[in-house]
C-alpha cells in the first residue's frame, strides 16, 4: 500500500494544476523517438502487413524469442496488424452483401434517374442568356413538377440508412450523375433556407459561397461538362426535417426546374404517406413522387450473418453466448444493423486484446492469402511451430503430428458445421426461421450432446418404429425445440413440388462436401424412387379406380419422401453440427468472452454509478468498512454515506434531515473513538483539526457540501429549487 | 400502507395510458438534462415542469417499497451553518479517505493500458465512466503509454470552451505531421470556420497510417460541451481519420447526448468502467457549496474564478455593471442602461450577446435580478461593497 502511494502522486503533477483552468491545452507532441520507431517498424507502408507480420519470427533468435514475448510494443504490433487483415477481410465481406443485397433497387433508381432526366432534357435547354439571368425562367403556365423518389427503408433507425445512401451515392456518381448528399441537419429551422443552399453548393461544387444563390449553382450547371449529366440531391430522413423549410426549398427548386432540374431522393422511415404529412398541398403539388422498397434489417442481417458466420466460418467465429448476446442486443434493444457490425468490430479487437493464440490467425490468413487458398493446417501449424512457446519446448516434435491432426479437424468439422446450417437454412426459408436464430441454436453446446443421446435412444428402439402413431417423433430434432424443430416440422408438411426444389438447392450446397452429398445421393435416389412408383400407380390408379383413392397413396407416398427428408436432417444434425466450442483449438478464431464484450460495448452508466456508491468497498476492498454489512460507517466514503442516505428518502430529500443523518454517522467515529481509553498518540495536527467543537462542524459541514456536489456531478440529484429551497430531488431510483 | 402519491399514477386522464406512461418516463430521463442544456430558459420553464415532473417521479416511487417517508418540514436555514469563510477553508482541508486503496485501485488500472491503445490503435475511442475524478487516470494513461502521438487536452467540466481554438491547434499538430507543404498554414487556419476546420481535419492525408492525434476531453458532459451542437462538432471530430478520443463522463445520463450514429459510428465508443473515488476536485470548483448557498455572500475567490474563465468581454461587461453598484449602493442597474453602456464601449454588438453574458453570470449567482420599485427588473450582484472591490481588483 505504501509503495503505491508515490505512484498516485505522481498521477498528479503539480505542473498540471495550472492547467486545470485552461479550457485545453497540449499535454506533449508526438516524440520523435516514437515516429522513428513507427517508421523503422513499418517499413514500406503497401507491403507493411505481410512484412512485419512475417518478420518477428525470422529476425529473432530462440534465445532472443523470449525477449520478443515481453516486448509489449512487438506484441501491440502484431495485435494491430491481425486485427487489421482480420477486420478488412469481414468489413469487405459484408460491404460485398450488402451491396449486393441494394444492386438490384440501385439499379431500379439509377433507371429511374435516367429516365427523369431524359424527360427534362425534352423541355429544351434554356438559352445562355436565360440561364444566366437571375430568375427562373417560366415558360409554362403550369409549373414543372420535381422529379422525387421516395426510397422506403422500412427501418427505424436512421443509421443505417446513412450507409445505405452513401453507397446509393457512389453508385449513382459512377453512372454518371452530380450526387449531393444532405441530412436533416441541415433543415432545421435554425439554418433556414439559407443554410439549405449554402450545404447544397457545398455538396455539388465543392467550396461554400457567400451569399449562397441558386443562381450560382444555375451558371455552374450550365457550363457543358456538367449539363449532360443528372443533378441528384439525396435527404435520407425525410421524417427528421423541418417541413417548413423543406416546403420552401422544395418550392424554389420547382420555380428553377428548367435550370436547375434537380432530382430529389427521399429516405422515407415510416410510411408512403410521409411526405403528405410534412408538405403542406401546395409544396405537394410540385413533387412527381416515385417509390422504391429498400430490404429489411432483418433480411439484411442475414445475409451478414450468412457471409460472415456461416460462409466464411474459420476467418473469425464467436462462441453461442456471445452469438446470444448480440442476437437479443439487435431483436430486444438495438435493431440496427450498424451496432451488429460495430459489435462485431470491439468482439474481434475484444479477441486479438485477450485471446493469445488469435495472433496465429492473422498470420495465416496473409499467407493463405497469398496462396489464394482457403486457411490450411499446414500454414497454420507451420507458424504454430514458431511460437516462442512452441520453440523452446522440447516434446513439440510428438505432439506435432497430432497437432496436426486436430488442426485439420477443425476446419473440416467447420466446413461440415457451415454446410449443415445452410441447409437448415435452407429448409428455414419455408418457416420463415430467421438465420440469426438458426445461427445461434447451432452453436449451442448444451443442445448438441441431448440431440445426440436422444438419438442413441432412438437407435435402440429402431425396430418397433413402424408402430408408432407419428413416425416422425422418432428424431431427435423434432423434439428438441426452437428453430431446428420449427423447421423439420415444415419439411414434414412440404408438398412434393416444393421439397423437389429444397432437395436440388441442398445438392447445390453439399456439392464439395462428399460426405453429406453422399447422402444426400441416397436420398435422392429413394425419393426418386418413391416418385417413380407413385406415378406409375397414379396412372393405373386414375385409369383404373379413380382420382380420390390415387391421391391419398399419393400424399402416402409423397409424405415418405418428407420422411426421408427429415431424416437426412437428422442424421446432418446429428453428426456434423458440432458446435465450435466443443472443439480443440477453437479458441484461434473464436471469440468467447462475453461479459468482457458486454461492458465495453454497451456502458451502463446510470446503473453503476449508482452500483459504486452503494458497494464500493466491492471496488475498493478494504478492510475497514466490509464488515458491518449493510449498516453505515463513518469510514465509508463520504458520498456514499450520503447516497445510501438518500436512499431512505422519496423523491425530495430534506437538506436538514439528510445533513442531521449525515453528522449523525460521521459523529459515531469520533464518540467511539473518544471513548477508548488509549488513544493512538495523534500527530499535533490531527488534534489542532479536531481542537474545537466548531471547526469539527465546519469540517463535517464541509463534507456534507462536497458530498452534495459530487452527487451532483453525477446527476443522482438535483439541486433546490425556488419553490422548495429545502429540498434536492432524487433522480435516479432503482438500479 | 399505500405511498400517498401512489393515487396519481392510476389517475383517470383523459389522454391514453400508453402515452401518459411515455410522458412519464421521458419527463424522467430528460428531466435534469434538458434543463442542463438549456440554461438561459431555466427559471422561466422550471414552475411550469415542476408539475409535470411530480408525476413522472410519482411514477417510479410508487414502486419503490420503502419509500413512505413523511415529507419533512425543516429548513437549511436550521441548520447552525460556519462562517462561509470558514466553510470554504475547511473543504479545502477534507481528510481523504481511502487514500491507499484508492491509489492501489489507480495502479491497477495501469494493467489496462495496453488494451486502451490497442483500442486506440484500432480506431475506437475510449469512453471512462464510473464514481470519482478520473482526470489524473487518463492524463497518467497518455502521458504514460501515448508518448508517441501528440495529446491535447480539453478541460471539459470549464464554463466556457472555444471549440474553434481547439481545432485550430488540431489543425497545427496535423500539419507538423504532413511535412510537406501545405497551402493550409497558421494563419489561414485562423480564419476558417469550425466547418471548414472539420473538413481539413477529415481529410487531411497524412503517409503514416499508424499517426493519430489524441484528444483527451475530460468530462465531455461538462458544462462547457453541453449543447447539442457542440456535440455533434465533437462527433464529426472523433470520426477524422487521424483523431482519436479518450473522454470521461460524470453525469448518469451523459449517454443521452448522442444518438446512435454518433455514439456507434461516429465516436465509435468503446465503455471502461473505471470508479477511482478520487475527488472531483477541480470538477467541482464551480458549484455552489450547498450550505453557502442561502447566504447573502459568494466568496470573493468563487466569483473570481467564474470572471476569469469568461471571456474579456464578458468580465468588462461585470466590471460595468460592478462599477454602477459600488457608485449606486442601494440600488439595482436596469438592463437596459446596461445595455446602452456596453454597446457604448463596443461590449457587446446586439441585446442577444448581452443576454448570454448575463445568463452565465446568474448560472453563477454572479448576478440576480430584483424588481425596482417603478416595475422595472434590475441587476444586482449579490455581493458586499468590499467583496465586490475586491473581485474588481482581483480580474483587472
Known amino acids: 500500500m505504501a509503495a503505491s502511494s508515490p505512484s498516485n502522486s505522481s498521477l498528479q503533477p503539480l505542473s498540471t494544476a495550472e492547467n486545470d483552468l485552461q479550457p485545453f491545452f497540449v499535454l506533449h507532441k508526438a516524440s520523435h523517438h516514437g515516429k522513428d520507431r513507427t517508421s523503422a517498424g513499418q517499413g514500406k507502408p503497401r507491403k507493411r502487413n505481410k512484412l512485419s507480420l512475417r518478420s518477428p519470427q525470422s529476425a529473432n533468435n530462440p534465445e532472443g524469442s523470449s525477449a520478443e514475448e515481453c516486448d509489449p510494443h512487438l506484441c501491440q504490433k502484431t495485435q494491430i496488424e491481425a486485427f487489421d487483415i482480420v477486420w478488412a477481410k469481414i468489413e469487405s465481406t459484408i460491404k460485398d452483401v450488402l451491396r449486393d443485397l441494394n444492386a438490384s433497387v440501385f439499379n431500379n433508381i439509377q433507371q429511374w434517374v435516367m429516365e427523369c432526366f431524359n424527360t427534362t432534357r425534352l423541355v429544351g435547354e434554356p438559352s445562355i442568356a436565360e440561364a444566366t439571368r437571375s430568375f427562373p425562367v417560366l415558360n409554362n403556365t403550369t409549373p414543372l413538377k420535381v422529379y422525387s423518389a421516395l426510397v422506403i427503408t422500412r427501418n427505424i433507425e436512421f443509421v443505417d440508412d446513412i450507409m445505405t445512401f452513401e453507397e446509393l451515392g457512389l453508385f449513382l456518381k459512377s453512372h454518371g450523375c452530380h450526387v449531393a448528399m444532405l441530412s436533416s441537419m441541415e433543415f432545421s429551422l435554425k439554418n433556414g433556407i439559407a443554410g439549405c443552399l449554402k450545404a447544397l453548393l457545398r455538396e455539388f461544387l465543392g467550396s461554400s459561397f457567400d451569399p449562397s444563390d441558386i443562381q450560382t449553382l444555375a451558371s455552374w450547371y450550365r457550363e457543358q461538362d456538367n449539363y449532360n449529366k443528372p443533378l441528384v440531391l439525396m435527404i435520407n430522413d425525410l421524417e427528421r426535417c423541418c417541413g417548413s423549410v423543406l416546403t420552401e426549398f422544395i418550392l424554389m427548386l420547382s420555380e428553377w426546374v428548367v435550370k436547375v432540374p434537380i432530382i430529389l431522393i427521399f429516405g422515407v422511415a415510416t410510411t408512403v404517406d410521409a411526405p403528405r404529412n410534412i408538405f403542406p398541398s401546395h409544396a405537394l403539388e410540385c413533387l412527381c413522387p416515385s417509390m422504391f422498397m429498400l430490404v429489411t434489417p432483418a433480411e439484411r442481417m442475414d445475409a451478414i450473418v450468412e457471409a460472415v458466420f456461416i460462409k466464411h466460418c474459420t476467418t473469425f467465429n464467436i462462441g453461442h453466448k456471445v452469438a446470444q448476446l448480440l442476437r437479443n442486443y439487435f431483436i430486444n434493444q438495438d435493431g440496427t444493423i450498424t451496432s451488429f457490425i460495430r459489435a462485431l468490430k470491439v468482439a474481434c479487437l475484444l479477441h486479438f486484446s485477450t485471446e493469445p493464440l488469435s495472433l496465429i490467425q492473422g498470420r495465416v490468413i496473409v499467407e493463405d492469402e497469398v496462396r489464394n487458398s482457403g486457411l490450411s493446417p499446414e500454414t497454420m501449424l507451420k507458424y504454430l511451430e514458431e511460437l516462442p512457446s512452441y520453440a523452446r519446448n522440447e516434446e513439440v516434435d510428438q505432439t506435432k503430428k497430432s497437432m496436426a491432426e486436430g488442426l485439420s479437424e477443425l476446419l473440416t468439422v467447420q466446413k461440415l458445421w457451415s454446410t449443415v446450417v445452410l441447409c437448415l437454412y435452407e429448409a428455414g426459408k419455408y418457416s420463415g426461421v430467421r438465420l440469426l436464430d438458426l445461427f445461434c441454436e447451432a452453436l449451442n453446446q448444451v443442445l448438441y450432446p441431448s440431440r445426440d443421446s436422444v438419438c442413441s435412444k432412438r437407435d435402440e428402439k429402431d425396430h418397433g418404429l413402424s408402430s408408432t402413431n407419428d413416425p416422425c417423433q422418432q428424431y431427435s430434432i423434432m423434439q428438441s425445440g426452437g428453430s431446428i424443430c420449427q423447421i423439420v416440422r415444415k419439411v414434414r408438411d412440404l408438398p412434393s413440388g416444393k421439397l423437389d426444389q429444397l432437395i436440388e438447392s441442398w445438392e447445390e450446397l453439399t456439392v464439395d462436401i462428399s460426405e453429406i452429398h453422399e447422402k444426400l445421393k441416397i436420398l435422392q435416389s429413394s425419393v426418386r424412387c418413391k416418385d417413380g412408383k407413385s406415378s406409375r400407380r397414379n396412372s393405373k390408379d386414375i385409369s383404373k379406380r379413380g382420382v380420390s383413392k390415387g391421391s391419398i397413396h399419393n400424399d402416402k407416398d409423397s409424405r415418405m419422401s418428407n420422411l426421408h427428408a427429415i431424416a437426412f436432417l437428422d442424421d446432418l444434425v446429428r453428426n456434423y453440427l458440432r458446435p465450435i466450442e466443443g472443439i480443440p483449438f477453437h479458441e484461434i478464431f473464436c471469440f468467447k468472452n462475453v461479459e468482457k464484450l458486454q461492458l465495453v460495448l454497451i456502458g451502463d452508466p446510470r446503473r453503476r454509478i449508482q452500483v459504486d456508491l452503494l458497494e464500493f468497498h466491492n471496488i475498493l476492498h478494504c478492510s475497514c468498512c466490509n464488515k458491518s454489512g449493510k449498516a453505515l460507517l463513518p469510514s465509508m466514503h463520504d458520498s456514499s454515506i450520503m447516497y445510501s442516505l438518500a436512499q431512505e428518502h422519496g423523491d425530495l430529500i430534506n437538506l436538514h434531515d439528510w445533513f442531521q443523518s449525515f453528522r449523525t454517522i460521521v459523529l459515531q467515529h469520533t464518540n467511539k473513538r473518544k471513548q477508548k481509553p488509549k488513544q493512538t498518540p495523534l500527530p499535533k495536527k490531527r488534534k489542532d483539526m479536531s481542537g474545537s467543537e466548531d471547526q469539527n462542524d465546519a469540517s463535517i459541514q464541509a463534507r456534507f457540501c462536497r458530498g452534495v456536489t459530487e452527487l451532483q456531478i453525477t446527476g443522482l440529484v438535483r439541486m433546490p429549487s425556488k419553490r422548495r429551497p429545502d429540498f434536492v430531488q432524487r433522480i435516479a431510483f432503482g438500479i | ?396
Open chain 2, 1 to 396: 400502507m399505500l405511498h400517498p402519491h401512489r393515487s396519481i399514477v392510476v389517475a383517470p386522464s383523459p389522454e391514453n395510458p400508453e402515452s401518459i406512461f411515455n410522458k412519464f418516463v421521458l419527463n424522467f430521463i430528460f428531466e435534469d438534462f434538458s434543463k442542463m442544456k438549456n440554461n438561459e430558459h431555466w427559471e422561466e420553464e422550471e414552475e411550469d415542469e415542476e408539475e409535470d415532473l411530480e408525476f413522472s417521479r410519482n411514477y417510479f416511487l410508487a414502486k419503490e417499497v420503502q419509500s413512505s417517508v413523511k415529507k419533512s418540514k425543516r429548513k437549511i436555514t436550521d441548520i447552525d451553518v460556519v462562517d462561509e469563510q470558514e466553510l470554504r477553508e475547511a473543504a479545502l482541508h477534507i481528510q481523504p479517505k481511502h487514500e491507499n486503496e484508492i491509489a492501489r485501485l489507480m495502479d491497477s488500472y495501469t494493467a489496462m493500458y495496453p488494451e486502451w491503445l490497442l483500442s486506440l490503435s484500432c480506431g475506437f475511442a475510449l469512453l471512462m465512466y464510473g464514481f470519482g475524478s478520473k482526470k489524473a487516470l487518463i492524463e497518467d494513461f497518455a502521458s504514460k503509454t501515448l508518448t508517441e502521438y501528440s495529446v491535447v487536452v480539453i478541460n471539459g467540466y470549464l464554463q466556457t470552451i472555444n471549440l474553434k481554438q481547439v481545432l485550430i491547434t488540431l489543425a497545427e499538430l496535423l500539419c507538423d505531421q504532413v511535412k510537406a507543404k501545405r497551402r493550409v498554414s497558421g494563419r489561414q487556419l485562423n480564419s476558417q470556420s469550425i466547418e471548414d476546420l472539420l473538413t481539413f481535419l477529415y481529410e487531411v492525408e497524412v503517409e503514416d497510417k499508424d499517426f493519430f492525434v489524441c484528444v483527451v476531453i475530460h468530462n465531455i458532459d461538462g458544462p462547457g460541451l453541453r449543447d447539442s451542437e457542440t456535440q455533434q462538432f465533437l462527433a464529426r471530430l472523433a470520426s477524422c481519420t487521424h483523431i482519436r478520443m479518450v473522454a470521461s463522463i460524470d453525469h448518469v445520463n451523459a449517454p443521452l447526448f448522442w444518438d446512435k450514429n454518433m455514439a456507434h459510428t461516429q465516436f465509435n465508443w468503446c465503455w471502461y468502467h473505471v470508479p477511482t473515488f478520487a475527488p472531483y476536485k477541480v470538477e467541482g470548483m464551480f458549484y455552489p457549496l450547498i450550505l453557502a448557498h442561502g447566504s447573502a455572500s459568494q466568496s470573493v475567490k468563487t466569483a473570481s474564478i467564474v470572471l476569469q474563465s469568461l471571456t474579456p468581454n464578458a468580465q468588462s461587461v461585470f466590471k460595468v455593471l460592478a462599477e454602477y453598484q459600488l457608485s449606486h449602493p442601494d440600488e439595482g442597474m436596469p438592463i437596459s442602461d446596461l445595455y446602452s453602456v456596453c454597446r457604448e464601449r463596443f461590449l457587446v454588438s446586439s441585446q442577444v450577446t448581452l443576454n448570454s453574458h448575463l445568463t452565465e453570470f446568474k448560472d453563477h449567482e454572479l448576478v440576480k435580478t430584483k424588481r425596482h420599485s417603478d416595475g422595472q427588473d434590475c441587476l444586482y450582484i449579490p455581493l458586499t461593497t468590499e467583496a465586490l472591490q475586491k473581485v474588481l481588483l482581483e480580474i483587472s
